[in-house]
């Protein structure tokens, strides 16, 4: 079984639990220096930069401006199954591996208390100037998790480019927003209330950050939120 001791801070993590469990309208947490920080800033300074020729695709409509890249030979929007990219650092494959371990998933389901057990998908995501998401509701279903791993520095109080969790698809609604961007974690179970999105951003800045799912799969009936019933297929993000 592979070590992955120089990771995380779980003590962090589950400080976390409690006020995570009983948020309203959703349960959703913002946690600080969430990775051990020699790990994280090997992952900072190796995190892929943008380019069109290295799997990068960019999103812009009128609900969001966004750019974004899968794992390996994998869309951002399928199933992120376990498969080295030779693109990115060794450090970035650690940490996928991490994200797949027993270890990760068992002590977020125990942090959550939602039933997840699989990792189901993983993308980078890339804001610059003039990036943007609406405030947005996906409702895949109860035994969804929807995470954020930021590695941006020099965020300011008040500066755009956070994900913010708000309680209703309005952001005169925030309920909190994400300042610290350097080595923060975001997450939130997701459901008919679970609005997020990201303000826009006025500054020469990039927000760098991964989003995954983890969700409760089960080898006969497949995914338990929607998208798709079996590790294939696409899901919109």
Same mark, same amino acid.
């Given at each position: 079984? $592979?070590?992955?001791? /120089?990771?995380?801070?779980?003590?962090?993590?589950? #400080?976390?639990? *409690? =006020? +995570?469990?009983?948020?309203?309208?959703?349960?959703? $947490?913002?946690?600080? /220096?969430?990775?051990?920080?020699?790990?994280?800033? #090997?992952?900072? *300074? =190796? +995190?892929?930069?943008?380019?069109?020729?290295?799997?990068?695709?960019?999103?812009?409509?009128?609900?969001?401006?966004?750019?974004?890249?899968?794992?390996?030979?994998?869309?951002?929007?399928?199933?992120?199954?376990?498969?080295?990219?030779?693109?990115?650092?060794?450090?970035?494959?650690?940490?996928?591996?991490?994200?797949?371990?027993?270890?990760?998933?068992?002590?977020?389901?125990?942090?959550?208390?939602?039933?997840?057990?699989?990792?189901?998908?993983?993308?980078?995501?890339?804001?610059?100037?003039?990036?943007?998401?609406?405030?947005?509701?996906?409702?895949?279903?109860?035994?969804?998790?929807?995470?954020?791993?930021?590695?941006?520095?020099?965020?300011?109080?008040?500066?755009?480019?956070?994900?913010?969790?708000?309680?209703?698809?309005?952001?005169?609604?925030?309920?909190?927003?994400?300042?610290?961007?350097?080595?923060?974690?975001?997450?939130?179970?997701?459901?008919?209330?679970?609005?997020?999105?990201?303000?826009?951003?006025?500054?020469?800045?990039?927000?760098?950050?991964?989003?995954?799912?983890?969700?409760?799969?089960?080898?006969?009936?497949?995914?338990?939120?929607?998208?798709?019933?079996?590790?294939?297929?696409?899901?919109?993000?």
């Amino acid at each position: 079984m $592979e070590n992955f001791d /120089e990771i995380f801070n779980w003590e962090n993590f589950f #400080k976390q639990s *409690e =006020t +995570f469990k009983n948020n309203k309208p959703f349960k959703f $947490e913002l946690i600080e /220096e969430v990775m051990k920080r020699d790990f994280y800033e #090997k992952l900072y *300074e =190796t +995190f892929p930069e943008y380019d069109e020729s290295n799997g990068w695709e960019t999103s812009t409509s009128y609900s969001k401006n966004q750019m974004f890249r899968g794992w390996g030979e994998i869309d951002s929007g399928q199933y992120a199954e376990e498969v080295e990219d030779p693109r990115v650092s060794p450090e970035w494959n650690k940490f996928y591996r991490f994200l797949h371990s027993k270890e990760f998933i068992d002590n977020v389901r125990k942090f959550s208390g939602i039933p997840v057990n699989k990792l189901k998908t993983f993308r980078f995501v890339l804001y610059h100037k003039g990036g943007f998401q609406l405030p947005h509701i996906h409702n895949e279903g109860p035994s969804t998790l929807i995470i954020f791993f930021y590695f941006s520095k020099g965020w300011q109080k008040g500066d755009a480019g956070g994900t913010y969790f708000a309680s209703d698809t309005d952001e005169s609604k925030i309920l909190v927003e994400a300042y610290n961007l350097d080595n923060t974690m975001g997450l939130f179970q997701d459901g008919p209330r679970a609005a997020h999105g990201v303000r826009y951003i006025t500054k020469d800045v990039k927000r760098k950050a991964i989003q995954i799912y983890l969700e409760e799969y089960n080898e006969k009936s497949g995914w338990s939120g929607k998208g798709f019933d079996a590790p294939k297929g696409t899901i919109e993000l």
